[in-house]
């Protein structure tokens, strides 16, 4: 009659266990969140950078440009590394980082690293950037718009497929991929790029400081290295973030071992909770080995 009594002890202690480790876990997360609300201004009392990691296709995030602004804002920030590594985006995107990078720079000092990449709307957003590092290998460049569609007209036609499309005006529904692109449409469309073409060249010819037709003859769309970039006076220096370290110090008297944090959008609740919870899985994980792993069991206490 022992081992079964001895069973149902065990059985009781586990259950004990994970109701121990439930009301653990709870108390861990309101205790992090609290701390993180009553100090976390606290903790930047002497200041920091920020560091802005653009990587990937660049869209237009609200989110993002509104964490730019609030940084701008935040007295404990002393200015923003903005590290690129991307290969552009939409014209939107590009233009909405542009300005809120301009805004930032306005009142404080903004440097910018580019990586392995920063082409098209990722070079857009470098513009503002008081100093722009790249590597020698970096890409670059690319300033030029491109506008794509597709024609399966004869495809249809092919399969015997007829679209019908009604439109208000002659121009309505240009670029389509059911119909051929007529000269009065590519015209049109034409108009529209070169407009969007004219806004990035002014574009880099104010964040460049370089006269208006020297940036049009960089501008057929080509992409350089860093090397080359900065031949044609499109980047200030080679090197990385090592390097923009040293040149805020210089230019700005940041210190070198100044901290830096990355620019989240999240607001403080979702970071909070973010930071808890990634401490609390390890937790949670840690404390399951020891109720429920394979020979944990037999090591419980007496």
């Known amino acids: 009659m022992s081992a079964p009594l001895e069973h149902d002890l065990l059985v009781d202690r586990r259950r004990l266990k ?52 609030k940084a701008a804002r935040d007295p404990s920030v002393r200015g923003m590394i ?6 552009g ?74 679209p019908e499309m009604l439109t208000s005006g002659p121009l309505k529904g ?3 991929p059911f119909r051929p692109l007529n000269p009065e449409g590519r015209a049109a469309l034409e108009t529209v790029l070169r407009d969007l073409h004219g806004q990035f060249v002014s574009m880099v010819a104010e964040g ?34 090592p390097e923009a370290r040293a040149w805020l110090a210089s230019a700005h008297d940041i210190p070198t071992g100044l901290r830096v944090r990355d620019l989240d959008p999240r607001d403080t609740i979702e970071r909070a909770l973010g930071l808890s919870l990634h401490a609390l899985m390890k937790s949670v994980i840690s404390e399951w080995v020891a109720i429920d792993g394979p020979r944990a069991v037999w090591q419980l206490p007496r």
Request: charged share 20%; no cysteine.
């Open 89 to 162: 985006g939409t014209v939107a995107g590009g233009e909405g980082l542009h300005a809120a990078l301009r805004r930032f720079r306005e009142r404080k000092p903004l440097v910018a690293v580019m990586r392995g990449t920063a082409a098209s709307a990722a070079y857009m957003i470098a513009l503002p950037a008081e100093r722009i590092f790249a590597r020698e290998s970096t890409v670059t460049g690319s300033i030029g718009v491109i506008l794509q569609s597709f024609n399966v007209s004869e495809l249809l036609d092919m399969l015997g497929i007829q």
């Open 82 to 87: 903005l590290s690129i590594d991307s290969p």
């Open 18 to 69: 994970r109701r121990l480790l439930s009301w653990r876990v709870a108390a861990v997360l309101l205790a992090a969140v609290a701390l993180f609300v009553a100090f976390g201004p606290r903790l930047g009392a002497g200041g920091h950078l920020v560091r802005f990691s653009v990587e990937g296709t660049i869209g237009d995030d609200h989110r993002v440009t509104e964490a730019i602004d």
């Open 208 to 241: 460049r400081k370089l006269p208006h037709e020297q940036v049009e003859a960089l501008a057929d769309g080509r992409i350089y290295t860093g090397r080359q970039a900065l031949e044609l006076k499109l980047v200030d220096a080679i090197g990385g973030e």
């Open 174 to 176: 240009v670029p389509s």
